[in-house]
């Protein structure tokens, strides 16, 4: 049974930094991508960024380029989106989610998503 859960959501200023971390475990192959999502109020969710577990690819959309980074710990099966510079608009519920072999193209689009965790909240203030 996969697992997937998310920690180090909060509040902070504009401006300043935050650690989100995600853990998986029941994941039996060697192969399969991790993808960073959020989602405002009265927004859709959308991708921040992915990670593949074996090819160590990292893939981030065009509004947090630069400010975010996604890294693994093979050795702890999780994973880190550091934040930096946050915006308010960066305010939203964060989502880990798993799954195998995700199609490059895809890997920031939900659907292709089974295993997500519960969400953590960030808030940034003005």
């Known amino acids: 049974q996969v697992q997937v859960v998310e920690s180090g959501g909060g509040l902070v200023q504009a401006g300043g930094s935050l650690r989100l971390s995600c853990t998986a475990s029941?994941?039996?192959?060697?192969?399969?991508?991790m993808g960073w999502f959020r989602q405002a109020p009265g927004k859709e969710r959308e991708g921040v960024s992915c990670?593949?577990?074996?090819?160590?690819?990292?893939v981030y959309a065009d509004s947090v380029k630069g400010r975010f980074t996604v890294s693994q710990d093979s050795t702890r099966n999780t994973v880190y989106l550091q934040m930096n510079s946050l915006k308010p608009e960066d305010t939203a519920i964060y989502y880990c989610?798993?799954?195998?072999?995700?199609?490059?193209?895809?890997?920031?689009?939900?659907?292709?998503?089974?295993?997500w965790g519960q969400g953590t909240q960030v808030t940034v203030s003005s």
């Open positions: 989610a798993a799954d195998f072999s995700v199609e490059s193209s895809r890997v920031l689009d939900s659907r292709e998503y089974n295993y």
């Open positions: 029941g994941l039996t192959f060697d192969d399969y991508d």
């Open positions: 990670i593949n577990w074996n090819g160590g690819y990292t």
